[in-house]
Nanobody, 130 residues
Framework: QVQLRESGGGLVQAGDSLRLSCAAS????????MGWFRQAPGKEREFVAA????????????SDADSVKGRFTISRDNTKNTVYLQMNSLKPEDTAVYFC???????????????????WGQGTQVTVSS
């Protein structure tokens, strides 16, 4: 059974940092585009960040939402089948449930639009107090 399992969420204060992890199981995700979305109460799910795959690690490309540029960093470790989201300088408006997702095929641009996503995680809550 294929699963994406997020961890690392919690309650923090504004300005703090958190690192989310998404562990994939059931198959290799090394050739998947992996990424994160979030959904705040009463709002639609929105794109946060994505990372492509590449045989050449140095050319792995990433894509970030404007709202998190310079604060959030996505990375992946294919040896561990895991993708990470390092979140720094957190703001109250970052409060949401964060979902991990994986897509086989497409681009980071289609991924941003939730096109072609094959797998979703159950989500992890991130709450940032002011």
């Amino acid at each position: 059974q294929v699963q994406l399992r997020e961890s690392g969420g919690g309650l923090v204060q504004a300005g703090d940092s958190l690192r989310l992890s998404c562990a994939a199981s059931g198959r290799s995700f090394s050739r998947f585009i992996m990424g994160w979305f979030r959904q705040a109460p009463g709002k639609e799910r929105e794109f946060v960040a994505a990372i492509n795959w590449s045989i050449n690690w140095s050319s792995t490309s990433t894509s970030d939402a404007d709202s998190v540029k310079g604060r959030f960093t996505i990375s992946r470790d294919n040896t561990k089948n895991t993708v990470y989201l390092q979140m720094n300088s957190l703001k109250p408006e970052d409060t949401a449930v964060y979902f991990c997702a994986g897509a086989f095929g497409g681009t980071t641009q289609t991924f941003r639009s939730m096109i072609g996503i094959n797998y979703w995680g159950q989500g992890t809550q991130v709450t940032v107090s002011s």
